[in-house]
């Protein structure tokens, strides 16, 4: 198993794993983005995130980590794991810590000051996840606000 950069020939498989990411959370009328507005926001000219893939000994993508940069007022330039993706046939083999691993070492390599994220609060499987391997803070106190543009 090896986690390497993202290519722009991997999208049709990265969106994939975010469409079982969606039917996992029951939301799968929900992802609305496409193989072209990933290309273009990834690898276009002012590429907006950046992600990982982890490929088994076959060379076949079982999951992904994306992540884009952020500032914080109080605490500088940020990485935001926007997802990590480890399809479920493949949970519980070490993919997702690997994935994890090498997004907070993008983070260091960038100047970052910290990594954020955010994780559904019944998703147990990910709060013991976090919790167990990188003694994560979880803040229970912010509520998440977003207004559609389109």
Same mark, same amino acid.
Request: aromatic share 12%; hydrophobic share 35%; net charge negative.
């Given at each position: 198993? %090896?986690?390497?950069? $993202?290519? %722009?020939?991997?999208?049709?498989?990265?969106?994939?794993?975010?469409?079982? +990411?969606?039917?996992?959370? =029951?939301?799968?009328?929900?992802?609305?983005?496409?193989?072209?507005?990933?290309? =273009?926001?990834?690898? #276009?000219?002012?590429?907006?995130? $950046?992600?990982?893939?982890?490929?088994?000994?076959?060379?076949?993508?079982? #999951?992904?980590?994306?992540?884009?940069?952020?500032?914080?007022?109080? %605490? $500088?330039?940020? +990485?935001? +794991?926007?997802?990590?993706?480890?399809? @479920?046939?493949?949970? #519980?083999?070490?993919?997702? =810590?690997? +994935?994890?691993?090498?997004?907070?070492?993008?983070? %260091?390599?960038?100047?970052?000051? $910290?990594?954020?994220?955010?994780?559904?609060?019944?998703? @147990?499987?990910?709060?013991?996840?976090?919790?167990?391997?990188?003694?994560?803070?979880?803040?229970?106190?912010?509520?998440?606000?977003?207004?559609?543009?389109?």
């Amino acid at each position: 198993m %090896k986690v390497r950069k $993202g290519k %722009k020939e991997d999208l049709p498989r990265v969106l994939e794993l975010i469409k079982e +990411l969606a039917e996992y959370e =029951k939301a799968p009328e929900q992802v609305e983005n496409t193989v072209e507005m990933m290309e =273009k926001d990834g690898f #276009g000219e002012n590429p907006v995130y $950046g992600f990982f893939v982890a490929e088994n000994e076959e060379d076949s993508i079982v #999951g992904i980590s994306i992540y884009y940069y952020r500032y914080s007022t109080w %605490k $500088g330039k940020r +990485l935001y +794991l926007e997802d990590i993706v480890v399809t @479920e046939s493949e949970r #519980g083999n070490g993919i997702g =810590k690997k +994935l994890f691993d090498r997004t907070i070492q993008q983070g %260091k390599d960038s100047g970052c000051t $910290g990594m954020v994220w955010q994780v559904l609060d019944w998703n @147990e499987d990910a709060i013991n996840f976090y919790r167990k391997y990188y003694q994560a803070h979880l803040d229970a106190e912010w509520i998440n606000c977003s207004i559609e543009l389109n």
